[in-house]
């Protein structure tokens, strides 16, 4: 920020400089809330224009609690794009009376110091009081947050102490309920209208409404963290890639079409567990490119661990090295043997078989001795197998099951059988597909995404959630005490709430 000092010492062309760069960032934001306000107006429009098609009420309400919380959301974007207002335009919010009947637990804050600045001792005459709604698993409780009144009699100086800092300003919520929504939601599949009969079987029903613009509001306060995640997991040079599909709901015809959940994470044999979800609305190649910043110098350029889908070939010919995934190959032969008793498919498992013993072996040893003992052991496996497998191809009639088996490995072979030479590889692509089985469970509960913008927050917030447990955290209190400590971490140490880092606040002390 340039200071009126500064300016004074500026020659016309410098101010000239000045006045042009103000201009480009006022056009940038101007474009950007118009195109904010445009998407809000569209989805109140969707929210409150009658509709012909019918849905059951649990449908209607994952539809209708995906519009509150991208409101939410929007208005939230919109705020921290716009400029602060005046105190004047600012208006004291309407707060919901929270029912006496609930337990209270005071939290007192004063003054460090009741000793005026002229040195006179200052009177308590009053004090000011806020409640916040807090839960915990079965019960609600109400914080009331008192702050004293002190004032100094001969200057009439007034002192209190400062507002803690909340992730809603002013709102109703402490971190631990919306911890409690978010897990909720995106950890234990609970929509919105499942918590809300939750909580009013708890002695308060929360409106689902009222859940969803926190969702919203939270999905982008955290926004910045799940970013800082994703620049931590592409400074490793050994990822695993993965996707699976998810309904998508059209807001123009309320169809639903396929879109993807893409997931990409650290390996088992990395001490940095960390997991990326990518919601995008379709399987294009692209939007793997556009993850790893690819192409581009300052792009991702480590080996990906992958299946053979082609929408991760064109990464492969911008620099990022293919290596692929033993599972699936075996897979192939085991659905031979399985359906049909495939005297092909049941030797192809016994080369698997011993493949697959040395990688047990050598699962808790260092990288260099993993790599010894693959090229020992495992490279004349591979060897044998390979050649099998190019006497079998002579022998089996083009167009079976069998030749797509042995076709899958052989014109894949040099990235089955990388992991051989590179300690660091893992054979297959497990790992990640562990990440995701939990997504495809939640799939029957939550039925579809609402948005393309519910999809990408719903992978934000999963993202800290699973690598959360990654790292042998628990969601909730990871969630809870970064919801507390984000709005006043400075956003030069926002790697410290990072779910490998992090240490819970008392413990950081």
Not at 155 to 165: G, H, N, R, S, Y
Not at 296 to 321: I, P, R
Not at 371 to 397: C, F, G, M, N, Y
Request: aromatic residues 8%; proline residues 6%.
């Amino acid at each position: 920020m340039i200071d009126e000092a500064q300016l004074q010492e500026f020659d016309a062309q410098q101010l000239r400089d000045v006045v042009r760069t103000l201009i480009a960032d006022v056009s940038f934001k101007q474009t950007t809330i118009d195109k904010l306000t445009h998407e809000m107006a569209v989805l109140k429009r969707l929210k409150f224009a009658a509709q012909s098609e019918a849905y059951s009420a649990e449908q209607k309400s994952l539809l209708d609690e995906t519009i509150d919380t991208d409101l939410a959301a929007l208005a939230a974007e919109i705020e921290q794009a716009s400029p602060p207002p005046s105190p004047q335009d600012k208006q004291k919010p309407k707060r919901q009376q929270l029912p006496e009947s609930l337990p209270r637990r005071e939290i007192h804050h004063e003054p460090h110091s009741t000793t005026c600045a002229c040195g006179c001792q200052l009177k308590r005459i009053g004090q000011d009081m806020a409640e916040k709604l807090d839960y915990q698993p079965g019960v609600f409780t109400v914080e009331r947050h008192i702050r004293g009144k002190w004032v100094c009699a001969k200057c009439e100086t007034l002192i209190q102490a400062p507002v803690p800092a909340h992730i809603i300003d002013k709102g109703l919520p402490t971190a631990g309920l919306l911890a409690q929504v978010l897990v909720a939601k995106y950890a234990d599949h609970l929509p919105l209208y499942r918590q809300e009969a939750i909580f009013g079987r708890a002695g308060l029903a929360l409106p689902r409404s009222t859940l969803a613009q926190w969702v919203g509001q939270c999905g982008v306060q955290l926004q910045p963290l799940v970013d800082a995640l994703r620049a931590e997991l592409l400074k490793h040079s050994v990822l695993h890639a993965d996707e699976t599909p998810v309904a998508m709901l059209k807001p123009g015809n309320r169809k639903t079409h396929r879109a993807y959940l893409w997931s990409y994470c650290t390996t088992s044999y990395n001490p940095t567990r960390a997991v990326v979800f990518d919601f995008a609305d379709s399987r294009g190649g692209q939007h793997a490119r556009a993850f790893l910043g690819l192409p581009g110098e300052s792009g991702w350029h480590g080996k990906l661990v992958c299946d053979d889908f082609s929408g991760y070939k064109a990464c492969f010919e911008m620099g990022v090295t293919e290596a692929g995934c033993l599972a699936h190959a075996r897979r192939k032969f085991h659905e031979l043997w399985v359906n049909h008793h495939s005297t092909i498919g049941e030797q192809a498992l016994k080369f698997f078989i011993q493949l697959y013993d040395i990688e047990r072996e050598v699962r808790e040893l260092g990288v260099p001795e993993r790599k010894r003992i693959r090229q020992e052991q495992s490279r004349p496996v591979a060897d044998a197998l390979h050649l099998w497998l190019t006497q079998q191809r002579l022998k089996v009639p083009e167009g079976s099951a069998t030749i797509k088996a042995i076709d899958y490995s052989l014109n894949r072979w040099t990235a089955l059988t990388r992991y051989i030479d590179e300690g660091d590889l893992p054979a297959d692509n497990n790992w990640v597909e562990n990440q995701i089985r939990p997504i495809a469970t939640g799939r029957k509960n939550w039925l579809f995404a609402g948005s393309l913008r519910a999809g990408q927050r719903a992978a934000a917030i999963m993202s800290l959630v699973h690598s959360a447990r990654l790292n042998g955290h628990d969601p909730y209190a990871y969630l809870r005490d970064v919801l507390e400590r984000l709005p006043t971490q400075p956003a030069s140490r926002i790697d410290e709430l990072l779910p490998h880092r992090w240490q819970p606040a008392s413990a950081a002390i």
